[in-house]
């Protein structure tokens, strides 16, 4: 069974607009990552934040982590066209544990 | 990034055949990962190996088995595919002291 919601399923914007995906868990954590997957592609880490930590920036990615409601967000900001991809959450329960327990992700297209 | 890779890059084969997937990586990283991924969703672990002696099962460990041949190889046997099996098929590397994953392209299998 999967750990994480993800919300949308699917959203598609206009270049230069910023994008909100959504990750929702059931357990506790130790951190939460998001990974990227161009189409029939392997995933490529872009970020992680901490149990104990509600915010964090890498570019143009900015993410939060709200664990009373157990749930994060990743935004993109100033979407471009090669941004389309599958973005992924995924959660760590234990301290380095390595048994990542993934999202069913969210599709985002970006319309040049 | 060819830092982990995975052959074949795309098998079919018939049901009740045995067949093995292979992941190498150089990035000299003692933990490996096998995942699944069925369309539209999140990955699945099926094995992971924190060093050459030490393999574990993950979610979905039934009716797959693994082989860690060396620190650099890490190989998934399907016993007798069926083809509920049909998926694609990742391989990831992190290393002992951080939670970050390395994913190979994957495996795109297609079972008859």
């Known amino acids: 069974s999967q750990q994480g919601e993800e919300d949308p399923q699917a959203l598609s914007i206009q270049e230069g607009e910023n994008a909100t995906m959504n990750c929702s868990y059931k357990?506790?954590?130790?951190?939460l990552q998001w990974y990227r997957q161009n189409s029939g592609r392997g995933l490529v880490h872009l970020i992680l934040?901490?149990?104990?930590?509600r915010e964090k920036h890498s570019g143009r990615l900015r993410v939060t982590l709200d664990t009373s409601k157990k749930s994060s967000s990743l935004l993109i900001t100033a979407s471009r066209a090669a941004d389309t991809a599958s973005y992924f959450c995924?959660?760590?329960?234990?301290?380095?544990?390595?048994?990542?327990?993934f999202g069913q992700g969210t599709t985002l297209q970006v319309k040049p | 990034d060819a830092d982990v890779t995975q052959t074949p890059r795309n098998r079919i084969t018939k049901t009740g055949k045995r067949i093995m997937l292979e992941c190498s990586q150089t990035?000299?990283?003692?933990?490996m990962y096998w995942y699944r991924q069925d369309p539209g969703l999140g990955l699945q672990l099926i094995y992971y190996?924190?060093?050459?002696?030490?393999?574990n099962k993950g979610e979905i460990s039934d009716g797959y088995s693994v082989s860690r041949q060396a620190q650099a190889k890490f190989s998934l046997s399907l016993e007798s595919a069926i083809p509920n099996q049909t998926a694609l098929y990742f391989c990831?590397?992190?290393?002992?002291?951080?939670?970050?994953?390395?994913f190979g392209p994957g495996t795109r299998l297609l079972v008859l």
């Open positions: 990831a590397t992190s290393h002992e002291n951080q939670e970050t994953q390395y």
């Open positions: 357990t506790s954590i130790n951190n």
């Open positions: 934040i901490r149990s104990n930590e």
């Open positions: 995924a959660t760590d329960r234990s301290s380095n544990t390595g048994k990542l327990i």
């Open positions: 990035k000299g990283h003692d933990r």
């Open positions: 190996s924190f060093d050459v002696k030490d393999i």
